[in-house]
């Protein structure tokens, strides 16, 4: 697959969208498809036809959930060489996963819980994600998760994903809408956070949508269009960090598929004139 | 793969990772506890929904919260989340009664994901290839009848009826109530592996008086059966 520009707008492939892509010539309002590889891998039938079609007309980059890079137990080798092997085939090299765990003694908890982030454990990640990226062949890119507990005297985020980035080699997907509700539920200042990240390090942005509960806390839903505070942190990280492919996530209450690409386009967009609006004349 | 052992993490990390999530999953009020929750019970509806229909909310939280504070799921997948609710669900964690409503519409998932290939031969005839068993079929009890709304229980006088489901090349999935000749046809193939429609009909011939080609015929129709080049079916 060729590397993808700096100005690439993707969308996450979600099953409600796979028949209208699959039925459609390819489309020019997004660059590339952003899947999640534990959704694909093994199957057959519909769906494996379905990708392989979809393959012939879109980029795909991979974006996993189940990982865990940041529990406490041996990683799980088996889904590693299931995963090499499924990347292989579809010839996706960019494969990202979230900086996370999701489980513990007892086994798998299906959801993406925040690892501690101290100065003693940075060297006990930095081997695994050398070992995960051994694994897969590839180099790992990890997410900043939005996160909703604190422990505590922990390290600030931006400096502790900065250590790992440097000690392991792995690469940084860049999550705009949960800096802004780590930033918002933590009472931090994001930009502390986006600037303590490498640039050189950050292989893609997301963003995304989120939902104001009762207690005035943001939850990272992926179900609601992204938000202007959200949009106008993005123009900053651009500003800051530079262009880079641009991934919408939309899981839940899912719009059309012509309403989707038309909000990629519209906060692509925006953050991109920020950046031309503050050049020099 | 071979992989050097892990290292371990350090202590104070593996206490407060696991402080962490015993607090989601024994804390079914704590905010992780809930996204966990909501997770497990999204993936049971969507994969499930005869089972979740009659389960009732009440005694399906009830599961999932037993679910997500005891069951050892080993498998990563998000979207396995319903092979190890199976798992749990045989394991006692579901009302015995249900269970089967779940096993059927576990089958009916692993018949459309399953990654073997049904293909249709490019050229010959049923004289010429070996028959063997749908690559995905899948065989099953079940003591209700699936071709009624809301499959409804067979009567206490009714024993379960054995079930075949498949992908077809279309890649539809198809379920069959067996009858007789089919178990015994199909146990045939099972045991044998790929015959020819001859050899079949051969090694059929002390126990079934039905005409073995017009059953071949009618079950490469639908998929059922499948032909292969005698080489290939023997690979």
Not at chain 1, 194 to 208: E, G, N, R, T
Not at chain 1, 266 to 273: K, R, S, T
Not at chain 2, 19 to 47: D, F, K, P, V, W
Not at chain 2, 179 to 191: A, E, G, K
């Amino acid at each position: 697959m060729r590397p993808l520009g700096a100005s690439a707008r993707g969308i996450g492939l979600r099953a409600e969208l796979v028949e209208a892509l699959c039925n459609q010539p390819r489309r020019a309002d997004f660059d590339f498809l952003e899947i999640a590889p534990e959704n694909w891998m093994g199957l057959g039938g519909r769906k494996r036809d379905q990708l392989d079609r979809i393959a012939t007309l879109y980029p795909l980059v991979a974006h996993g959930l189940s990982l865990s890079v940041g529990d406490t137990q041996p990683l799980n080798t088996e889904y590693l060489c299931d995963l090499r092997h499924f990347l292989d085939e579809y010839g996706i090299m960019l494969h990202s996963d979230h900086l996370s765990l999701s489980r513990d003694g007892t086994g798998y908890l299906y959801d993406l819980l925040p690892v501690p982030r101290r100065e003693d454990n940075l060297d006990y990640l930095a081997a695994r994600i050398d070992r995960v990226q051994q694994a897969t062949g590839r180099r790992l890119v990890l997410e900043n998760i939005s996160a909703y507990h604190d422990f505590p005297g922990q390290m600030p985020e931006g400096a502790f994903i900065a250590a790992l980035a440097q000690r392991s080699g792995c690469g940084i997907l860049l999550d705009i809408n949960n800096a802004y509700v780590n930033a918002h539920n933590h009472g931090e200042d994001a930009l502390d956070f986006i600037a303590a990240l490498p640039s050189d390090a950050i292989a893609y942005y997301h963003i995304a949508g989120h939902l104001e509960l009762d207690d005035g806390r943001l939850l990272d839903t992926h179900g609601m269009p992204v938000a202007d505070g959200v949009v106008a942190l993005g123009q900053q990280v651009w500003a800051l960090h530079g262009a880079r492919p641009l991934l919408l996530e939309r899981d839940n209450r899912l719009p059309p598929l012509d309403a989707l690409a038309g909000e990629l386009a519209q906060v692509h967009q925006a953050m991109a004139a920020q950046v031309f609006h503050d050049l020099p004349a | 793969m071979t992989c050097p052992p892990d290292a371990m993490a350090p202590e104070a990390m593996q206490a407060e990772v696991a402080a962490l999530c015993a607090q989601a999953r024994h804390g079914a009020n704590t905010l992780y506890g809930a996204l966990l929750r909501e997770n497990i019970l999204g993936a049971i509806a969507c994969s499930f929904p005869e089972f979740s229909r009659k389960a009732g909310e009440m005694s399906l939280n009830a599961a999932v919260d037993l679910f997500v504070a005891s069951h050892p799921a080993h498998l990563p997948q998000f979207h396995q989340i319903a092979s190890e609710f199976v798992l749990f669900a045989q394991g006692g964690g579901v009302a015995s009664a249900r269970l089967p409503v779940m096993e059927y519409e576990w089958v009916l998932l692993d018949a459309e994901i399953d990654p073997a290939a049904v293909v249709l031969p490019d050229a010959g005839s049923v004289n010429e290839l070996d028959l063997t068993l749908n690559p995905t079929l899948r065989l099953i009890m079940l003591p209700f009848d699936v071709t009624l709304p809301d499959w409804p229980a067979l009567g206490d006088d009714h024993e379960a009826r054995p079930h075949a489901v498949w992908r077809n090349a279309a890649h539809g999935v198809v379920t069959r109530v067996l009858s007789r000749t089919d178990c015994l046809m199909i146990d045939r193939l099972r045991q044998s592996g790929p015959l020819s429609c001859a050899a079949l009909a051969w090694a059929s011939a002390p126990d079934l008086p039905d005409n073995v080609p017009a059953w071949v015929h009618a079950a490469l129709a639908d998929d059922l059966l499948c032909l292969a080049h005698p080489k290939e079916a023997q690979s």
